[in-house]
């Protein structure tokens, strides 16, 4: 199921159409035919009756579709976004938001990437002030394989953090709420809890910056004992809140 070739997904931005297919692995279209759960065993059940168009919850209509381009790439939330889906994502389920993390939160390593890009040239002239002339230590080719690895680091390391913050994302749909959690490139974490399941949303804004900058956690505790599932550090955390709150009061078990 992994595709390695997503992790490229931002190259395809030199494609001359433009188009951005900003997603992490774990997403793809659904087939038509893998769409519908299967019937239930008791058949003299009456069926669950489906959640209400999207159009009578509040605050819904006035989204316009989002439609991906090269800001996307650094951009936190996107309301309803166009040619956007997910594995097991029923027929008549649409993604109503799609939520980073703040971009704020990346402030410390992109500052620390400029200052490690920015650090060799004033290096050479310490070396030389202790006695270690970086240029007579080691022959040109050899200083210059120094000098690529280091900024091979130097992007490794910067990679790593954007990976990192681009695909832990959390979704809103019509039906479920979803947080995927990725680390170190190679492993991901999917918890998810349908609308109607939902018992409480709360959020949390702690400290001057998460004020500032309008940005928290939310919280969404299930109906059973399960374990809680946390939007981290995202943005507009009320406004997800109440748009979550609105979701599940509007479902038939709740009118």
């Avoid at 992994?2 to 188009?19: A, G």
């Avoid at 703040?102 to 070396?127: E, G, K, M, R």
């Amino acid at each position: 199921m992994y595709n390695i070739r997503n992790q490229f997904y931002f190259l395809k931005f030199l494609k001359p159409t433009f188009r951005i297919f900003l997603m992490p692995d774990i997403f793809k279209k659904p087939s038509p035919t893998s769409s519908a759960l299967p019937p239930a065993a008791n058949t003299t059940q009456p069926p669950i009756k489906p959640p209400p168009p999207l159009n009578k919850v509040a605050g819904l209509a006035a989204m316009p579709p989002h439609h991906f381009r090269l800001s996307s790439f650094f951009k936190s939330m996107f309301e309803k976004p166009d040619g956007v889906s997910f594995i097991n994502q029923e027929a008549d389920e649409s993604i109503i938001l799609l939520l980073h993390a703040s971009f704020f939160t990346n402030a410390l390593w992109i500052l620390f990437t400029i200052v490690l890009i920015f650090l060799p040239p004033f290096l050479f002239p310490f070396f030389s002030s202790i006695g270690l002339d970086l240029p007579t230590v080691f022959t040109p080719g050899a200083l210059s394989i120094v000098i690529l690895s280091y900024y091979l680091f130097v992007f490794g390391y910067a990679y790593v953090n954007y990976i990192s913050w681009f695909y832990n994302v959390s979704i809103v749909s019509n039906l479920h709420v979803l947080d995927i959690d990725f680390a170190n490139m190679s492993y991901k974490k999917v918890s998810t809890v349908t609308i109607t399941e939902i018992a409480d949303v709360s959020y949390t804004q702690a400290g001057f910056f998460q004020t500032f900058f309008d940005f928290g956690t939310v919280k969404i505790d299930p109906q059973e004992q399960n374990n809680s599932i946390f939007f981290e550090n995202i943005p507009k955390p009320s406004y997800v809140t109440d748009l979550i709150l609105d979701l599940k009061e509007g479902t038939p078990d709740n009118a």
